[in-house]
């Protein structure tokens, strides 16, 4: 099992930044793999980006390609979520969750998550 907890959401300006964080712990290995994702009112729960803790394999959707970093410390520890260059449309919920594995396509998908946080706002506006 796994307890996920983010943190650090708020408000920012267009082009701005915000770093989220999310505190894992929990049982090996459901913490395995951490992700991010987001959902703004109205839209589905979408991809943002994921880290492999065991072999620091990274995943990120295209629209966040050289705007957002993901990283970690160790184990049981708190991954990052580095949001720079915030556009309006990043507005949304964002939520981490954690998965014991996942590899390829899998790795973008909502189902393959077992454990999810309760979220945090990030509003971009001017």
Same mark, same amino acid.
Request: with cysteine; proline share 4%; charged share 15%.
């Given at each position: ?6 943190? %650090?959401? !708020?408000?920012?300006? $267009? %082009? %701005? ?11 090996? $290995?459901?913490? =395995? ?7 703004? $009112? !109205? ?10 803790? &065991? @072999? %620091?394999?990274? +995943?990120?959707? @295209? ?13 049981? *520890? &708190? ?5 720079? *260059? ?7 919920? +964002? +939520? ?7 590899? !390829? =396509? ?18 971009? *506006?001017?």
């Amino acid at each position: 099992q796994a307890q996920l907890v983010e943190s %650090g959401g !708020g408000s920012a300006q $267009p %082009g %701005g930044s915000l770093r989220l964080s999310c505190t894992v712990s929990g049982r090996a $290995p459901s913490t =395995y793999v951490v992700s991010w994702f987001r959902q703004a $009112p !109205g839209k589905e729960r979408e991809f943002v980006a994921a880290l492999s803790r &065991t @072999d %620091g394999r990274i +995943y990120r959707a @295209d629209s966040v390609k050289g705007r957002f970093t993901i990283s970690g410390d160790n184990p049981n *520890s &708190t991954v990052y979520l580095q949001m720079n *260059s915030l556009k309006p449309e990043d507005t949304a919920v +964002y +939520y981490c969750a954690s998965a014991s594995a996942c590899s !390829g =396509y899998a790795c973008y998908r909502k189902t393959t998550y077992n454990y999810w946080g309760q979220g945090t706002q990030v509003t971009v *506006s001017s």
